[in-house]
């Protein structure tokens, strides 16, 4: 939780820097966003690429590349004197970087716990937002004395500084199943699907709820602008937002161990799509208070639930590749949804369109979850 909740300012510190690096370089909010896009692509792939490398040399050393990447991003990036500069080193170096705290780090911890296997994905999920409720909150104070580029600069040296060896007191292999007739041994549990067919089936699920959750996460504090409340109250907001994903992850957890991933997959899908809405008619400043802490409390558990699905439903030697796959997917939904919500701002002048988008978007994840359901049931049934 820790080394994610260090390098989980990658995918946040973007967020922050939006309006200034737009007011900088003199672009328009489209291209504003690309930073962003760039950087949950590098992160998607990262997922995948960190991922298969787990599998075949187990965890430390993709960590410690990657740490290494992210931390120099950063220091780059405060280097940079344009744009596309700026958008090559969020991608490239930062997104990558970031990636191996994210589904790397849940796919590994999945196979250290057997009965409490939902808890320990979420625990660990919930360092990156741990990472927004903190990173978002701090860095716009450094911003307002010293600028954007000197917080970049110290933030690569905060995390070459502490990820490094936090990555190396985690040279343990972890063990890939546990010993038969061993308390609390899991079994992959049946479901009608070939593992191509559960993969696509995840990876539109995870495509449609992350282009969903993308508006409110990665536009906030530019809304807030607009709206006059300022970055601060914009910031104040996502860490709120990001806090409350927390708790969302940690009782998610705790319900998947009882009810099991897909029903509670199911339940915060379906109350991150009616919690969406609630920023269309509400956008008084207390109101978005509000929203943001409902909308966080929502949807926080609904990507580690797509992990623990993975290692129910297919074999643990695989855990590596397949989250990453699931994960790459949700990161890509993060990254289209981002742009896509700024460039329905460009062209309409508001974001209420964006916000009807989004939750279009939910709506396809929740008839891939629903399939889902019911094919797990059904084997679920012959299996009784």
């Known amino acids: 939780m820790l080394l994610a909740t260090i390098g989980g300012v990658g995918m946040w510190a973007v967020v922050v820097v939006l309006p200034a690096v737009q007011a900088e370089f003199g672009v328009d909010r489209a291209a504003a966003s690309m930073p962003y896009a760039a950087t949950m692509v590098g992160f998607a792939l990262g997922n995948l690429l960190v991922g298969r490398a787990i599998d075949r040399m187990g965890y430390w050393i993709p960590a410690l590349t990657a740490s290494i990447a992210l931390g120099a991003g950063f220091l780059l990036a405060s280097l940079t004197t344009s744009i ?45 937002y741990l990472a927004g409720a903190i990173w978002p909150t701090a860095m716009p ?39 038969p007739g061993s308390p609390g041994r899991r079994l992959v549990q049946p479901i009608s699907l070939s593992p191509a067919a559960l993969q696509v089936l995840l990876v539109v699920a995870g495509f449609g709820c992350c282009m969903a959750m993308s508006m409110p996460q990665v536009h906030i504090v530019a809304y807030c602008m607009d709206l006059g409340y300022g970055v601060a109250r914009g910031a104040d907001m996502l860490s709120i937002m990001l806090a409350a994903g927390v708790v969302s992850r940690l009782a998610s957890g705790f319900l998947a161990d009882r009810i099991g991933a897909v029903k509670t997959l199911l339940i915060g899908s379906v109350l991150q799509c009616l919690s969406l809405l609630f920023y269309i008619p509400f956008d008084g400043l207390a109101s978005l208070y509000v929203v943001s802490l409902v909308f966080g409390l929502s949807q926080g558990g609904i990507v580690p639930c797509y992990a623990i699905i993975v290692r129910d439903y297919m074999p643990a030697k695989e855990a590596g590749q397949r989250v990453g796959i699931v994960m790459m997917a949700t990161i890509f939904g993060m990254a289209v949804g981002g742009w896509m919500s700024g460039w329905i701002y460009d062209l309409t002048g508001s974001y209420a369109a964006a916000f009807l988008n989004g939750t279009a978007w939910n709506l396809v994840n929740l008839v891939a979850v629903g399939l889902l359901m019911w094919k797990a049931r059904r084997s679920a049934m012959a299996m009784a």
């Open 84 to 128: 596309l500069g700026f958008t090559l080193a969020q991608g490239l170096l930062i997104g990558v970087g970031t990636s191996a705290i994210f589904g790397p780090l849940i796919a590994d911890i999945s196979h250290w716990f057997n009965r409490r296997r939902g808890v320990a994905v979420t625990a660990a999920a919930s360092g990156s």
């Open 141 to 179: 104070y450094v911003m307002q004395s010293e600028g954007w580029r000197f917080t970049y600069a110290a933030i690569g040296i905060v995390c070459l500084a502490t990820m490094v060896p936090l990555v190396l007191l985690l040279r343990r292999g972890a063990p890939l199943a546990a010993a």
